[in-house]
Structures are given as structure tokens and as C-alpha cells.
């Protein structure tokens, strides 16, 4: 049967979000998060479209949804690294090539209509947010924000011309494992002056912990590759999904002589009772989630962290792992997953790697010239 491609518009916009749960339906790993999250992400009024532009197409085979794909120009990607470069996101299909060839080269056709020469992904929509396609590390669910694929997408992806452009590393440690009496040593003489100050979030004035964070995270990645800086909307728009579920345990900040220096902050694993609402809560599922959100978060991500630069090399990274891995033994986690970290950012991979941290799932992003 012959593949049509046709691009969707506000009114189609359910379809193309549900078309993943309908691929899936089954399978024992894939996790979606709530369906109206993603309607919110892709809803024009989200202040990520207000620095850039995006059509979304649908592929559809003997009339039956078939694949989706997102294609995006984000300008403030390109002013910040002086590319033109365009990108792809919110990529699903069935396995076969054809289907993918038809999505990808609609994505293709609009970004070079668009003036870009270049076209990187996947991302939803970018870095910020959930990003690259699971490479390694099948066998198991993702962990809270970060996607799942089945391997075919490696194949179809690879099949339309695309190339690696950088791997993204998620590693599996356990708070069980401490970090070693060299580890401590290092850490108390990094501090033994006790010039750097650890505190948990003031939840009541969460405003002021959300500014600091904004300040910290858009120093702290500032050369990081595929980094753009999110403006103060996107900032507080996160931070508004992020308020319900914070609890002083999981944000921490480092200060320096009273000046928020770094942070580091912790999320439970949501995608436990996210997988039993498949997308969406409703009056047969709500008691499974609200039980699985109580009882059944046995992991978590330490989801970032971040040092501004003229604080770095004083040990303040290591200091705010350590209290990472104090929160998850206290919340009783099982493992955690730090993730996720650019592959050739050797001096932060070698850290985990020191404290027990085994990289267990591995993440592509890929790239092709238009």
C-alpha cells in the first residue's frame, strides 16, 4: 500500500499524540508520559514556540495512521551556535523503511524550504527537554523523562541517511555502593575549610530556588555542545509542571560564602505510575497511580546538576553527588540513574565511573546534510 503523508493541523493534533500509545499498546517497556503534558509541549502558546517554528506530519498507510514526525527550526539554537541547522522530534514509526523515508524526507523538505542545511534529532523539542534514540539498554523502562524506542528506529533512522552526531550516557548507580574512603578523603579535604554550604530547597520560597537554578543552569552548560539557554517563560514554565511534585529532599543548592554556587536536583522515577495510566488518568486507574506513586517509586534520576564556572574545580561537584546519594539511601532507593552526560565529557563521566556508576543505557543523536 502506498504511504501518504499528510501535515496536521490544531485539530489533528490528538491524533498525532496518540499515535505512539496505539504503537506500543503492549509492550513491556515503552513508557509515554500524560498525553496532556505533550498536548502542552506542542500547543503553539508554550514559550518554546515563541523562538521557533515547527509543522508536524503524519504518514499513513492504506488509511491507517502509520508514523509521525515533528520537523523544527529553533532560532534561538541557531543564533546561539551559528548554525543552521533544523531538527527532528516527536519521531515515531512502524518498521518499515518506506514509511520512515516518507516522514523524514517531509521533515527534510520543510527545514530547507526554511533555510536550514542541516537537520539534527530526535528532539522534543530539543535538548532541554527529551532527547536522542535509545541505542543501548532494550531490556528495560526508561527512566522518568527520558524516551524509549524499540531498536528498528536505529535502522530506519540510519536507513534514510543519517549519521551519529554525538551518543548521550545514562549511568546505573546504587546509594548502597558509597563512595569509597579515597572518595570521602578527597571530598572533606576539598572542604575542609567548610567554605561550601549545602542546603535543601526552601519550598516556601521556591520563587527565589527557581531563579538561582535558572542563573546556575544557563552558566553551567554554557559550552556544553547542543546547548541553548532557556529564556525566562520556558524556565518558569517548567518550573510551574516541576511545583506540585517537589519535595525539599530532591533540590539541593551549594553556596559559596552565602552565593548559590551549584545544585543538584532528584526525581523519583514517575514513569512507575505513569506506565499504569498509559497517558492518561481517569476513574479506573487513579487508585493504581496514586498507589504506585506512594509505594512503588523504589529509583529515581538525578535528573541535573550544575556548578557556575567560577566555582568549579573547588570540589563542588562532588560534594552535591555525595548528597545525592545520601537523599536516594534515605528515600530507599534501590539504584539511580544520573543521566544524562555528553559521551566525550570525560572529567564528569570519570567521577561517576569512580563511584560505581556503570553507563547501562546509551542515547543517539543523529544528523544529516540537506
Known amino acids: ?17 496518540d499515535f505512539p500509545y496505539d504503537l506500543f499498546k503492549g509492550h513491556p517497556h515503552w513508557v509515554g508520559e500524560l498525553k496532556r503534558d505533550t498536548r502542552h509541549m506542542l500547543e503553539l502558546s508554550h514559550p518554546f514556540w515563541r523562538h521557533a517554528e515547527r509543522r508536524l506530519f503524519m504518514a499513513y498507510r492504506g488509511g491507517q495512521p502509520a ?15 551559528g548554525e543552521n541547522c533544523g531538527f527532528f522530534g516527536f519521531f515515531d514509526c512502524e518498521d518499515r523503511q518506506e514509511t520512515a523515508d516518507a516522514l523524514f524526507a517531509a521533515a527534510a523538505k520543510y527545514l530547507k524550504a526554511q533555510g536550514m ?3 539534527r534529532g530526535p528532539v522534543n ?22 524516551p524509549y524506542n524499540p531498536p528498528y528506529y536505529l535502522d530506519l533512522t540510519a536507513g534514510a541517511g543519517f549519521a551519529k552526531a554525538k551518543d ?7 546509594p548502597s555502593h558509597g563512595f569509597g574512603e579515597r572518595f570521602e578523603k578527597i571530598v572533606a579535604r576539598m572542604n575542609r575549610h567548610g567554605a561550601i554550604k549545602l542546603e535543601l530547597v526552601d519550598i516556601k520560597n521556591l520563587d527565589k530556588a527557581i531563579a538561582e537554578i535558572k542563573e546556575i543552569y544557563n552558566s553551567a552548560w554554557d559550552k556544553n555542545w547542543g546547548f541553548v539557554p532557556m529564556t525566562d517563560e520556558e524556565f518558569n514554565d517548567l518550573a510551574a509542571a516541576m511545583r506540585p511534585l517537589l519535595k525539599p529532599e530532591y533540590l539541593y543548592f551549594a553556596r559559596v560564602e552565602g552565593q548559590a554556587a551549584g545544585f543538584v536536583m532528584l526525581l523519583p522515577n514517575f514513569n512507575i505510575p505513569l506506565k499504569a495510566v498509559r497517558g492518561s488518568l481517569n476513574p479506573l486507574n487513579i487508585v493504581q497511580f496514586l498507589w504506585k506513586m506512594r509505594f512503588g517509586m523504589r529509583s529515581g534520576r538525578l535528573l541535573t546538576l550544575g556548578v557556575k564556572k567560577e566555582f568549579r574545580n573547588r570540589g563542588i561537584e562532588m560534594l552535591l553527588i555525595k548528597q545525592a546519594f545520601e537523599a536516594g539511601s534515605k528515600m530507599r532507593w534501590d539504584f539511580g540513574e544520573m543521566s544524562w552526560t555528553l559521551e566525550d565529557n570525560e572529567q564528569i563521566n570519570r567521577i561517576i565511573e569512580t563511584i560505581g556508576g556503570e553507563v547501562y543505557k546509551k542515547y543517539r543523536l543523529f544528523e544529516k546534510k540537506l
Open 168 to 174: 548521550l550516557f545514562a549511568f546505573r548507580v546504587k
Open 67 to 81: 508514523g509521525r514526525i515533528a520537523a523544527i527550526v529553533n532560532r534561538a539554537h541557531n543564533s546561539f551556535h
Open 125 to 146: 523539542p530539543s535538548t532541554n527537554e527529551s532527547c536522542g534514540m535509545l541505542l543501548e539498554g532494550f531490556d528495560s523502562d526508561p527512566m522518568v523523562m527520558m
Open 1 to 17: 500500500m502506498s504511504i501518504a503523508i499528510r501535515e496536521i493541523d490544531q485539530e489533528g493534533l490528538g491524533a498525532f499524540i
Open 117 to 119: 542545511d542541516s537537520v
